[in-house]
């Protein structure tokens, strides 16, 4: 991990927000440019994409919708692994990202050449890779799979009888072997934000908010998992809080996505779960360092100089795209059903091995 470091940008001030927001708006239109967010970005950025027509989602309508997007170029406002996912499937378009210093500690846990040797060592398994992964790691996959449809793909796989080699998210690789009953080998790395959830503190808060609702991201431990209503993705989580009747969700994944909970529940409540306590060794601010590096300032001069360009090698490009294809087809023909997965509560009949814990 000697690598993980985070540059955080200086806060504009109050009315340096306001020009700056201006010229982004002036320079997305002038570089016929549409801004792709993930959730865990600063509101003000979430704000900018919903207003000029691009879109806040999670890691797989992130890269369905640069693909299909008519732009030349697209703005990523996320992690590296998000810009290199919108190359790979726009090789023809350019991609741009606020600072592409902005990586992720599961990417950086799986370096493409420990990753392929492990692979070698397991030629009869069936490769499937988390979306947030290296673009060499994917061209090593059979399948690349994000948090919103990880399970409903592992389990067809199961059901045909494949073997897993999974990575590299420990967590939500040992959720999905849970879930699946499937026959899985783990790499071991993890999120640094959501490894950082406590289950007894959880447990704890839970007690004094007895009618709380708790939303939790599968790349938490085990022990936080166990104790949610709601298994998800970012936008599954968000389904939830609109749809379950509960007024009061304590939610553990990065603090980010409460923009968008909020405005999307309004009226509703959201209790940041615990990352501190007795079990803890120190308090984390559960806001992901590389997701916070993009602001303001730095999307406005990425546009204005046309710097910061993600590139990926074509030939490593090509073999990337088939994991990635192969998930967005499987996505398209369960459409109805993966869409419908962010609360289970309601349809566990129907989604009997999908998402609630
Ligand atoms: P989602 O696919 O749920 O948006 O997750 C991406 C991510 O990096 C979560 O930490
Ligand atoms: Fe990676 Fe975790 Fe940041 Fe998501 S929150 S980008 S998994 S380090």
Redesign the pocket.
Known sequence: MGEAWARLPEAPSPQEKGVLKERIRALLRREEAVLVAHY?VDAELQELADETGGCVADSLEMARFGRDHAAKTLVVAG?RFMGETAKILSPDKRVLMPDLDAT????LGCPADEFSAFCDAHPDRTVVVYA?TSAAVKARADWMVTSSIGLEIVADLHARGEKILWAPDRHLGGYIQKKTGADMLLWQAS????DEFKGIELDLLRGEYPDAKILVHP?SPEAVVALADVVGSTTQLIDAAVRMDAKRFIVAT?LGILHKMRLAAPGKTFIEAPTAGNSASCKSCAH?P??AMNGLANLADVLERGHNEIHVDPAVGVCARVPIDRMLDFAAKHKKRVQASGDLAKDAALFSNVGAA
């Open positions: 865990y992690v992720c500690s599961l990417d947030n999120c640094l934000v959501h790349e990065d992901c590389w997701m």
